[in-house]
């Protein structure tokens, strides 16, 4: 069973910068794709970026391209999430999940939650003056 744990979130001001770390444990090699989410209050949780397992093909959803960067270490299981020009809008409750499919390459659309099958808890990041 897989145990993911996120860290790195906080206050931060308009403009400023945060990174996100997700590690995970459980797993002897990361052959699998991973993903940021983020959900803000009364709001469904919204893919923010995702990265197949060899990191080759970065997806981001529109609202956060060109200011967020998702990266992996597979030797230490762990993702990143690189988050610069913060807004008041990220706002949210960040998370971290594995994908339920092995070695998956890319997507044929846009990453869905349905393909993620191993959440983190979540970290808070709140964009505030």
């Known amino acids: 069973q897989l145990h993911l744990v996120e860290s790195g979130g906080g206050l931060v001001q308009p403009g400023g910068s945060l990174r996100l770390s997700c590690a995970v444990s459980?797993?002897?090699?990361?052959?699998?794709?991973m993903a940021w989410f983020r959900q803000a209050p009364g709001k469904e949780r919204e893919l923010v970026s995702a990265?197949?397992?060899?990191?080759?093909?970065?997806y981001y959803s529109d609202s956060v391209k060109g200011r967020f960067t998702i990266s992996r270490d597979n030797t230490k299981n762990t993702i990143y999430l690189q988050m610069n020009s913060l807004k008041p809008e990220d706002t949210a409750v960040y998370y971290c999940a594995v994908d339920q499919t092995l070695f998956r390459q890319s997507w044929a659309g846009s990453p869905l939650i349905g393909d993620f099958g191993s959440w983190g808890q979540g970290t808070q990041v709140t964009v505030s003056s």
């Open positions: 459980g797993l002897t090699k990361n052959y699998y794709a």
């Open positions: 990265l197949p397992w060899r990191g080759r093909t970065e």
